[in-house]
């Protein structure tokens, strides 16, 4: 048998023009972007289309990225005006507050604390600022300003250098009246009543009187803290009594005390309802210790 062989197919004008065409076209693709086109470059073939597709969203992608940095990075300060749907731009200007120190500081402050809270130790401190700060305040003893003046002889003071106490008829120099009258308010306080008085200020002659009739109980007329108006007797004030401990602890802030002359085992007679204006006898009267 004869074999048959394939006969070339005859070539055409159209199929040699497409043979011997260039294989690579070149095409412009525009893709939109933010602003403006972007030219991507001549596709090579058919088969290249992908990567350039890609090629081509890359560029898109960081040209969009960019652009929303550019976006939030312009920073406008709008604040809301009054009137409604009113916008001020500019910055928000800030109250003028008073600094923390400012208004602090601003404050009235009392030079002095509270009697309750000053101990018995802190009573000269207390007392000195107390002297010093009481033309200013309003006495707890009408009429009576509080101020030392001079001692003159024992028993012979001036009425005016006396103040009369709460009961009406015992009399003291005017400073150490007006610290016992304090004390006697803190005393009102306490118990309910006031300090109830036997003695204060006594004249040469009531010393003498004294003395003839209670005897060494009584200190030599001439020689008394009584007749220096720094003295005071207490009624019924025993040494194992609730309100005698209380003065014990309280009184020396407004300087007064019961002398340790007087005090039990002491170095003169027993006399616990005795009392004495310690600051002004130091200085004017008749120290005993």
């Not at 001079?150 to 015992?170: F, V």
């Not at 003695?199 to 002659?205: P, V």
Request: hydrophobic fraction near 40%; glycine fraction near 10%.
């Amino acid at each position: 048998m004869g074999s048959h062989a394939a006969e070339p197919t005859p070539r055409t004008r159209r199929s040699l023009r497409e043979e011997n065409a260039p294989r690579s076209r070149s095409r412009r693709v525009e893709l939109p972007v933010v602003s403006g086109t972007v030219e991507v470059l001549p596709i090579a073939s058919r088969g290249s289309a992908a990567p350039a597709r890609r090629r081509a969203t890359t560029v898109v992608g960081r040209l969009g990225v960019l652009a929303a940095l550019a976006g939030v990075t312009v920073v406008v300060p709008v604040t809301q005006g009054v009137a409604e749907g009113e916008i001020v731009l500019g910055a928000v200007e800030q109250p003028d507050y008073p600094s923390t120190v400012t208004a602090l500081t601003a404050l009235p402050l009392s030079d002095l604390p509270p009697t309750a809270l000053v101990s018995a130790d802190g009573s000269s401190r207390v007392r000195a600022a107390m002297d010093v700060s009481r033309a200013a305040e309003r006495s707890v003893l009408p009429g009576c300003d509080g101020a030392a003046r001079p001692s003159g002889a024992n028993g012979q003071l001036s009425t005016a250098d006396l103040c009369t106490l709460w009961d009406g008829r015992t009399q003291m120099r005017a400073d150490a009246a007006v610290a016992l009258a304090e004390l006697n308010v803190a005393y009102v306080a306490r118990f309910g009543t006031d300090i109830c008085l036997t003695d204060g200020y006594r004249t040469l002659a009531e010393q003498k009187s004294v003395k003839a009739r209670k005897g060494g109980l009584a200190a030599t007329p001439g020689k008394s803290n009584h007749g220096w108006g720094l003295a005071v007797d207490l009624c019924g004030l025993q040494d194992n009594s609730t309100r005698f401990a209380w003065m014990n602890e309280n009184a020396p802030v407004y300087g007064w005390e019961n002398p340790t002359w007087a005090k039990r085992g002491g170095s003169g007679p027993y006399e616990p309802w005795h009392w004495e204006y310690i600051k002004g006898v130091k200085a004017d009267g008749e120290f005993y210790g």
